[in-house]
């Protein structure tokens, strides 16, 4: 930025006919010296040239003024503080476990999918938004789940690995009014389109995929100090794709904040998948407002800690979050964790 505080005369209309030749002078229309500046009419024969904008004349005055007699000044710029966007963040942190820590790989998905695609992953077109204009005839529906583009990523990366994990996070769109309005001012609102948080594991000489999706699902839980608790899954329904006894349901504050499963035999044989895969679907929007990257200072507890192993017998029916919740009821001391160490 120039300064030109103390220099004003040469900027005047007087230093402006004085200095500035133009090949015809009686041209030049100085009209009037303003407050902001100078009214100037350019020739026409220079206006298509050199001379289009303000700057052009301003820098005419100065470079017969003389550039050495004007003062350099560092232009000011106010430095603010971004907006958090804690969207983002999550979502910068959430790739950063699953890929690093989880060793996932990430995949990006169409949103689209076909009727034949839902129709393998055991769900039913009926409700789905189909498209005037699809990218493709074969997927003109948009999809309300991520499970069935995972299960179609799995089916291709089998025929090239046979031990990888994959995740996704993307959109989906739901047959319900969102938050957000078609147009400005109108009370008609666009489709909710939820973020899901998606994930499958594929070992392979591990026959029970079902604990390595559950242990990453709730390792990325603790990584953000979120509360939940373990339920039997409620509805079958909802999720037919899963399996119907390997698979449990998440919640957090009363809502379902996913599911973990392994995928169902029969789902399996219609997608051509010959090994068994563990799958976890999170709310990744639920996930957002619950995350706190705060760690609170505990402290560390004067005394060793124990290791106790105690064998049970008791009915297959009992489930194992019952157990656990009469012992931390019943007992009085500090349990740092406690959990299922084998089965018989």
Not at 121 to 127: N, P
Request: glycine residues 4%; hydrophobic residues 40%.
């Amino acid at each position: 930025m120039i300064n030109v505080e103390g220099h004003r005369d040469a900027f005047s209309i007087k230093a402006f006919s004085k200095n500035i030749k133009f090949k015809d002078p009686s041209k030049i229309k100085i009209k009037e010296e303003q407050e902001d500046g100078l009214l100037v009419v350019v020739p026409t024969w220079r206006a298509t040239k050199d001379i289009a904008i303000q700057e052009d004349i301003i820098e005419e005055i100065i470079r017969i003024y003389g550039y050495e007699k004007l003062s350099v000044k560092t232009p000011f710029a106010e430095i603010k503080v971004p907006v958090q966007n804690k969207f983002r963040d999550i979502e910068k942190l959430v790739k950063y476990f699953c890929s690093l820590r989880l060793g996932m790989n990430e995949i990006y998905t169409y949103s689209f999918v076909s009727k034949e695609m839902l129709e393998k992953t055991g769900l039913s077109s009926d409700d789905y938004f189909e498209l005037e204009n699809p990218i493709a005839k074969d997927i003109p529906l948009i999809r309300q789940s991520l499970v069935p583009s995972l299960l179609q990523a799995i089916e291709k990366n089998l025929k090239y690995y046979s031990d990888f994990a994959l995740f996704e996070i993307g959109r989906v769109f739901l047959n319900k009014p969102g938050r957000f309005e078609s147009r400005p001012n109108e009370k008609q609102k666009l489709p909710s389109q939820p973020y899901q948080l998606i994930g499958a594991f594929i070992p392979e000489n591990y026959d029970k995929p079902f604990y390595d999706a559950k242990k990453g699902a709730l390792e990325l839980l603790d990584y953000f100090n979120i509360q939940y608790r373990l339920e039997k899954i409620q509805d079958n329904n909802l999720f037919p794709w899963m399996h119907p006894y390997r698979s449990i349901q998440i919640e957090a504050l009363n809502e379902l904040l996913g599911v973990v499963s392994e995928l169902h035999p029969e789902i399996a044989d219609r997608w051509g998948i010959k090994k068994r895969v563990g799958i976890f679907l999170l709310d990744f929007e639920l996930i957002v407002d619950l995350a706190n990257s705060i760690r609170s200072f505990k402290e560390i507890s004067k005394y060793p800690s124990i290791s106790l192993d105690v064998s049970l017998i008791i009915d297959s029916k009992v489930e194992w979050a019952s157990i656990k919740n009469l012992i931390l009821k019943i007992s009085s001391l500090e349990f740092l964790n406690i959990k299922i160490y084998q089965l018989m």
